[in-house]
């Protein structure tokens, strides 16, 4: 439908309209029965006007003029779709999503009642005694937590170096099923925050690696991660705020660790996060959650997957 034909009815409509107003110069009965054909006349010329705006719209592929409630329905389709790739994502990707639980033999300590002035027999009747802790042997104790994730189906987890870098301490994975199996370091790489840990057993579900080198700014990306420590499989959802960052991090003991090409987003990753996946939204791993910055309002860094690939397929060769 061209914009003449169009042009042309909306004419029409309004000279109907001045034929209206003409005929109230006529008697009442003439006036109903004029007045009530050009209502006819009216809503029949609407109605090819109608008619014509959509022949158009479908001849020349430009959309008509959208309703307010086709507005509000396309974007509750718009949010509906945006949620179901966001849940599916998830449950796609979290079964190989692993807790570490790191743990290590700490000093067991007891409270015993001791004279101050130790065995001086001056002091010995005045019956002084205070409590002092000593070390009664050692105790298998947890110390932290990390996260990792699944990349073959006989037991290969990735995850940071930085979450199983003290080699005193012995390592246990928590399945997203809920089983525990203990995990041995099998590699620890020097130049990147990134360590592989073996379990046991095979059939376990994995993870998809997607491109890192093709993510844009404002991308949807989702972290998953254990959470403090506490809360395993913890999901957030944010946006790619960086690319290509250069941060310095530092650890609990005081080392820093400068960390080159990251990701940032603003994905909330929470202590316990280390180790986990980023992920877009086709549930594919696009980076490792690798450091956060302390008080800020979600700043967080992400290793890009295609840093680590040739570095995992070399070592679960």
């Known amino acids: ?109 007891e409270v015993v009642y001791e004279n101050p002035f130790g065995d001086d027999p001056f002091f010995q009747d005045f019956g002084m005694r205070i409590p002092v802790y000593r070390q009664n042997g050692t105790v298998r104790q947890k110390v932290g937590a990390g996260t990792g994730f699944i990349v073959s189906n006989n037991g290969y987890i990735v995850t940071n170096r930085h979450v199983v870098d003290d080699t005193n301490a012995s390592y246990t994975v928590l399945l997203s099923n809920g089983k525990q199996l203990p995990a041995t370091v099998v590699y620890r790489d020097s130049s990147q925050d990134l360590a592989v840990v073996k379990i046991d057993g095979s059939n376990y579900p994995t993870v998809n690696f997607g491109d890192s080198g093709s993510l844009k700014l404002g991308q949807r990306v989702i972290a998953v991660g254990n959470a403090l420590g506490e809360y395993n499989n913890s999901v957030s959802v ?42 877009d939204l086709n549930g594919n791993v696009i980076g490792v959650n690798v450091a956060t910055v302390v008080g800020s309002n979600n700043i967080s860094f992400a290793i890009p997957v295609n840093v680590i690939k040739s570095k995992i397929s070399s070592v679960i060769k």
């Open 238 to 279: 944010g946006i790619i705020s960086g690319l290509d960052r250069t941060v310095t991090a530092g650890g609990d003991g005081g080392n820093t660790e400068t960390l080159k090409g990251v990701i940032q987003t603003d994905a909330a990753i929470n202590p316990g996060n280390s180790g986990g996946p980023l992920v």
């Open 1 to 109: 439908m061209s914009r003449k034909v169009i042009a042309s009815l909306i004419g029409l409509a309004i000279l109907a309209v001045g034929s209206s107003a003409a005929s109230f110069t006529i008697g009442e009965k003439q006036v109903d029965k004029k007045v009530l054909a050009l209502q006819r006349q009216i809503s029949g010329l609407q109605d090819q006007l109608q008619q014509k705006i959509t022949e158009s719209s479908e001849t020349t592929g430009k959309p008509s003029a959208l309703t307010q409630s086709e507005i509000d329905r396309r974007q509750q389709v718009r949010q509906a779709s945006e949620d179901d790739l966001l849940t599916s994502a998830v449950a796609k990707i979290t079964p190989a999503v692993v807790s570490i639980v790191i743990s290590k033999d700490v000093p067991k300590l």
